[in-house]
């Protein structure tokens, strides 16, 4: 079975704070990807980035941080120094390599960061 | 503008009424998608058109109906709704190839509400 987890369903950070939004994982399968998406008040879902199972190395872009370990099945998303402009849903989702066309999502972490 | 765009951006319709969304993508794809995503619920993926073959969710009720006339263009024809079908209606399209998965671009989505 395919599933994705996000506990956090709602936090709340001043501004500057860092933040981890966790995303845990089922799978079958050996080869899939897994994905984040931030999703602001406007509606549509913008993507963030895609991993897929054999890279484990972290990644960094700016502000944004991501700790994939598969070990624990956990994709865990960092933001530093948050800005109020983070404040979104942020829907961590996973793709198999044998179900290309489903994507599995996360209910989502509504972030707020608090000026 | 994301890439792919949806009409409208909200409806309000009657249990009677028939309606019809929209989708275009301009990126080229070759798969478009249909979810909806409910407060507090996983996105639900409703409708998949890949290389112009059309997968559906089978808890997908009869009173939504997709047409995809051509790679670009999706539409999700919808009639005599019941107001838990208020949500909102997210169009995606991806790039589908032999043995990888690349992300969605989501459009802005239709917030619907069935009075």
């Known amino acids: 079975a395919q599933k994705v987890t996000q506990a956090q369903t709602e936090i709340s950070v001043v501004e500057k704070e860092d933040v981890t939004l966790d995303c845990v994982y089922e799978?079958?399968?050996?080869?899939?990807?897994l994905f984040w998406y931030k999703q602001p008040p406007s509606g549509e879902l913008v993507f963030l980035i895609r991993r897929n199972s054999f890279d484990e190395q972290n990644e960094i872009s700016g502000r944004y941080s991501w700790n994939f370990q598969k070990s624990t099945s956990s994709f865990n998303f960092t933001i530093t120094a948050s800005q109020v402009v983070d404040s979104a849903v942020y829907f961590c989702a996973l793709s198999g390599a044998n179900t290309g066309n489903q994507f599995y999502f996360g209910t989502g972490t509504s972030l707020t960061v608090i000026p | 503008e994301t890439g792919v765009t949806q009409t409208p951006r909200h409806l309000v319709m009657g249990m009677t009424n028939k309606k019809s969304l929209k989708c275009e993508q301009h990126l080229g794809h070759n798969a478009m998608y249909w979810y909806k995503q409910s407060a507090k619920k996983p996105l639900e993926l409703m409708f998949v058109?890949?290389?112009?073959?059309?997968?559906e969710n089978n808890s997908v009720p009869s009173r939504f109906s997709p047409e995809c006339p051509n790679s670009s263009h999706l539409f999700l024809h919808l009639h005599t709704l019941q107001p838990e079908d208020s949500a909102l209606y997210l169009c995606?399209?991806?790039?589908?190839?032999?043995?990888?998965?690349?992300?969605?671009?989501f459009g802005s989505g239709t917030r619907l509400t069935v009075v």
């Open positions: 799978t079958r399968d050996t080869t899939y990807y």
């Open positions: 995606a399209s991806s790039q589908q190839g032999t043995g990888k998965t690349y992300g969605y671009t």
């Open positions: 058109y890949s290389l112009e073959e059309r997968v």
